[in-house]
């Protein structure tokens, strides 16, 4: 995959509520009932809030699953920052992220918590791609074009990465970084939002060369 | 309060989305930038996360307060049920609600946090109500005439929560159901959310006197 280049797919509150509601349903239409409900963070945290929602589940907590870059290891190794505090030693847990891409994340979060000695250990996502190398107990989605899916809960952040990215060659105006958004990953952006894009990479400093040619466009 | 009657209000996705942007810019218009960010579970949960977004933020992590009845109290109280798995010593700390109403989930989990000695706390949520007895530092709304806020991600549950108080008396259709939520709890209901909402009591067992009526009708 060209990191300059590839596709992207926007999803809406609603769609993400809609597919995280067929996600709850597949678990309710399982025999599976979880003990404890982990949402794997950052991504996880709306998905396992709702699918709660509709188990009239009451017991969530977290971890954080980050992503190392090992030096002489072909992609970077994802291991467990912010631990569990609860024991969760013969229950049964659902662990809840938003996709699976290579799977590492969730991989990750499995052998964490079989670690702990945790009974029957459920996986679920709302959309599960078949690049993974993991493949879920319940999703809500099956994605075979692989494309980068962005989340409205991490919009501002995957939107902030981009621009840098189609910033970084040489000078832009609105127009081409607008266009080039749209070449090379495929995102339409309106002007509000481009604007509090472009404020946060100024203010990050990031984007200094733009400072004064933006704002006169 | 009359618990069997009082005003209700549903939020959707793209006004919870709003009041937590309006939060994070609160928040970043302000000196004040965190270390870590605790969402409350599980109120907590989707602010935060989108609070992370527009802060640019990685450090999410989550602590569940729960309410216990206490015998010879007034109203339950508050305690940590999961508590924090990291070390927050003289780390700044943005703790993440959805609502304040009594203050008293807020007022535990700023108690938990310092008991742990980290440094600067502060707390945020969507909406602050008069009512509460704490004023976080940060919020996008204030409400002074009290009502029942229900968020998009704790709508099925508080919805099979108030169907059940107006089945508690006696047998009823479809229509008085809805008559009922209406009346009691300014609430309306589209078929779909009340055929969810009745199969979910149905499968708690607690509403088995409807069981025959609500298909027929």
Known sequence: MNPRSFPCQLISWDEAYQLSRMLARAIKSS?????????????????????????????????????????????????????????????????????TDTGDTLRAALNYVKSLEAGETKTGVM?????????????????????????????????????????????ATREQIRARLKEQYTLVLDENCLTEVLDDLMEMKKAEKIQEKYRKI
Do not use: N
């Open 127 to 171: 959309q599960h791609k078949t690049t993974s190398s993991v493949v879920p107990d319940f999703y809500a989605d099956v994605i075979m074009d692989w494309r980068w899916i962005i989340y409205p809960w991490a919009a501002h952040e995957d939107l902030v990465g981009f621009t840098e990215k189609v910033l970084s060659v040489e000078l």
């Open 31 to 99: 025999s599976f009932r979880p003990d404890l409900v982990i949402a794997i963070g950052r991504g996880g945290f709306v998905p396992a809030r709702i699918v709660c929602d509709f188990l009239l589940h009451s017991l969530l907590t977290s971890i954080k699953i980050e992503h190392w870059d090992i030096a002489a290891c072909k992609r970077p190794e994802a291991a467990v920052r912010f631990p569990l505090a609860v024991d969760v030693q013969d229950q049964s847990i659902l662990i809840i992220d938003d996709v």
